[in-house]
């Protein structure tokens, strides 16, 4: 269990983490979403006790993680796999980590195994692909055989396969009743393996609670229609009971119709004679939810100011 | 509900008690493990032996009387500096290419206790460097008394004051290694900490003369100079106007350098941010 209480982080004027709470709990994946600069490596590093708050607190299983003399025990994470000496052999990384917190040896084998190195035990770090990279940084976290795990963006530079496997590992580690907890910018990762989920954006709490509650969100559910004579048919939706919107600016021809399924306003517009150039339904998304909740929190954005 | 209870956990967190010796262990794999450091090791050894040697055999000054130590020939300068140089940027480089790379926080995530791995760290670097020392030292003065016994200048180790120059020889290198390390801690940039440590061990001595009560003093509380009073059999000219350092003077000197950077870093570590 995780419990971040009103945490927050400055650096000099800037505040990359603001007064953030949430709980994080065991038997299930819990995903860490938001945009990039939205303050989840800072937060992770914070509940890792590497970085000390401004204000607030973060506990592991109800103890600030550093009051730990050794830490693989307790916790096991994956923050950037680029952290390792590239002239060391995988088992030399992982057997110092092991040594350090009084972890048989034989255990380094057991966990290369499991993430699939065990080939590539003894080569060099620096000749690992980064998918490798991965790999090893989710061996070191799992060498303590922690009741908390935590994985930074662990999926990036994975091939399929190695995507497939790491979300069944997280499913399986949340069935053996520990806390996983991963964050990433990609919303279709965390659509496959998260069951809560813990949203921020700048620094803020933007929502913390199950996937589903959270897809449901996305409230641009309806039917998109596509017509040259919009006003018209805007005005014989709403006659109909629908509530209609013009998508984006008010001057295009594309409007967003709730209240009435797809079925019911073609044969509206059929029966008024009006041409329709699309007609779609829009199912709420993950993706959406997300864009949506976090449009306004957004750190770095492409194209024009707002 | 289709979800699944939490399973409870049965296997023990607790885990056999921190130990230091589990750290030190843990920095001598991570050590051991680089291929460059017996290289940079026997190369070093090789180079400093070379050096007194060469210094030996080039000698041609005959001294009337008994033989006395020729700390120069045994410890030359241009050995012992390239020492000191290696010493000290192979003690920092252990630190800041954790710093570089991020290693250093998984190595804090696995052992919060940052001090201690502060410690663990310089324990390693100790040993290791008293043993090349040792070995650099000893091989100096075997080699050079070797080469100097053709001439009849050689002195057996027992002559007066030549145990007390192999023994500061041999410490040199880890005094080194120890100020870098605590350098490396403390300035965390590779470029940045081995300026520092060329600086400090080796140029700033050579800025200050003895010539002056002060700048004397500033000169004899720094490492080299500490370490070229040591290796002097002599006693000071008393005619000479020249400020000498004491012997035991240079001892501290010795021990304070790496004492207080070390000391310095584990306090650092403990505030700063990883």
Known sequence: MIEVNELTKRYGGKTAVDQLSFTVRPGRVTGFLGPNGAGKSTTLRMILGLDAPTAGTATVGGVPFRSHPRGLRHVGALLDAGQVHGGRSAVAHLSALARSNGIPRRRVDDVLHEVGLAEAANRRIGGFSLGMKQRLGVATALLGDPPVLMFDEPVNGMDPEGVLWVRRLFRRLAAEGRTVFLSSHLMSEMENTADDLVVIGRGRLIAAEPLRDFAARGTRRGVVVGTPRAAELAAALTAAGASVEPEGSADTERLVVTGLPADRIGALAFEKGIRLDELTTRTASLESAFMELTADSTEYQAGQAR | ?274
Do not use: N
């Open chain 2, 1 to 274: 509900m289709t979800t699944l209870a939490p399973v409870p956990r049965t296997t023990s967190v607790a885990g056999p008690p921190a130990r230091s010796r589990d750290l030190f262990a843990a920095e001598w794999i991570k050590t051991r493990s680089l291929r460059s450091t017996p290289w940079t090791i026997a190369l070093t050894v090789l180079f400093v032996i070379g050096s007194a040697a060469v210094a030996s055999m080039t000698d041609d000054a005959t001294v009337p009387g008994p033989a006395g130590f020729r700390h120069y020939d045994a410890y030359p300068p241009a050995g012992y500096w390239t020492l000191i140089l290696i010493a000290s940027s192979m003690g920092a480089l252990g630190v800041v290419s954790e710093y570089g790379s991020g290693l250093i926080r998984v190595t804090t995530v696995a052992v919060p206790a940052r001090g201690s791995v502060v410690l663990a760290k310089a324990a390693v670097t100790a040993v290791l460097w008293t043993a090349v020392g040792t070995i650099a030292s000893l091989g100096s003065f075997l080699v050079s008394q070797a080469v100097l016994a053709g001439r009849h200048a050689a002195v057996p180790i027992t002559h007066p004051g030549v145990f007390r120059a192999v023994a500061a020889s041999a410490l040199l290198a880890p005094v080194c290694a120890l100020v870098g390390l605590g350098l490396g801690v403390l300035l965390r940039h590779a470029a940045a900490t081995m300026v520092t440590g060329v600086f400090v061990l080796l140029m700033l001595p050579t800025m200050f003369a003895e010539s002056d009560r002060w700048s004397a003093d500033v000169k004899h509380a720094l490492v080299s100079a500490a370490w070229k009073r040591l290796i002097e059999t002599w006693e000071p000219d008393p005619a000479s106007l020249a400020y000498t350092a004491t012997v035991s003077g240079s001892w501290i000197v010795y021990a304070l350098w790496p004492l207080l950077t070390v000391a310095l870093a584990v306090l650092v570590v403990r505030r700063r941010d990883v």
